[in-house]
């Protein structure tokens, strides 16, 4: 069955320095993908990055990267030069299946992140 | 098209009323979920449309949720004779089926019962 496990209930971090948020994930498919998404208070989901099974090298989107290690099945999350606004729920998630295949994402607990002035 | 809109935004209701929210997705996506997320937790997945075709259910949606999409564009989502274990925020999201991977999310409604 999909899993996704998030470890860390809440991370601080400096302004200005790199955080990485873990997430290891368990799908017996072979093509799946892999999503971060960022939840304010405000509640609404926003979109960070994608990172398909079968893409060689790790996303990149910003000051967003995703450390993709397949034989290990973590996608961690790395946020570089973290911003006061980064404070927020963070979610990993995955969905099974080709990249136009649709389908539902099963989301981890997710990690409050909190960056420090 | 600013994005997925979800009315209302709150909805505060006696346990034993029937509630319905509404989501409209971005304009030319054709697929549609519906998850619910309660406090402290990730979204769980209830439904997904594709156009008007209702794909998938998830198990957590009970014989009291109904989710409809009549003309393929927005959708409901109902729930009867609410419960106080109904509270939580429930999310619509879109996507297109070609090109971007990611779905989209709107604001979500969120659903207290007392």
């Known amino acids: 069955a999909q899993k996704i496990t998030q470890t860390q209930p809440g991370m601080f971090v400096q302004e200005k320095e790199a955080v990485t948020l873990d997430c290891t994930y368990d799908?017996?498919?072979?093509?799946?993908?892999l999503f971060w998404y960022k939840q304010p208070s405000s509640g609404e989901m926003i979109f960070l990055i994608y990172?398909?099974?079968?893409?060689?090298q790790n996303a990149t989107e910003g000051r967003y990267s995703l450390n993709f290690q397949k034989a290990r099945k973590s996608a961690n999350l790395v946020i570089s030069a973290s911003q006061l606004g980064d404070s927020a729920m963070y979610f990993c998630?995955?969905?099974?299946?080709?990249?136009?295949?649709?389908?539902?994402?099963?989301f981890g607990q997710g990690t409050e992140l909190s960056v420090k002035p | 098209d600013t994005g997925v809109s979800q009315n209302p935004r709150h909805k505060i209701t006696k346990r034993g009323q029937n509630v319905t929210f509404r989501c409209d997705p971005i304009?030319?996506?054709?697929?549609l979920y519906w998850y619910r997320q309660t406090l402290g937790q990730g979204p769980e997945f209830l439904t997904y449309?594709?156009?008007?075709?209702?794909?998938?259910k998830s198990r957590l949606l009970s014989d009291r949720f109904s989710a409809e999409r009549p003309k393929g564009s927005f959708s409901t989502l109902e729930i009867q004779r609410t419960e106080q274990g109904d509270s939580a925020m429930y999310l619509c999201?879109?996507?297109?089926?070609?090109?971007?991977?990611?779905?989209?999310f709107g604001q979500g409604t969120r659903l207290t019962v007392v």
């Open positions: 999201a879109s996507s297109p089926s070609r090109g971007s991977a990611e779905a989209f």
């Open positions: 799908t017996s498919d072979q093509s799946y993908g």
């Open positions: 990172q398909g099974s079968y893409d060689e």
């Open positions: 998630a995955m969905r099974e299946g080709f990249l136009n295949q649709g389908g539902k994402l099963i």
């Open positions: 304009s030319e996506h054709n697929r």
């Open positions: 449309f594709q156009n008007e075709a209702q794909l998938e």
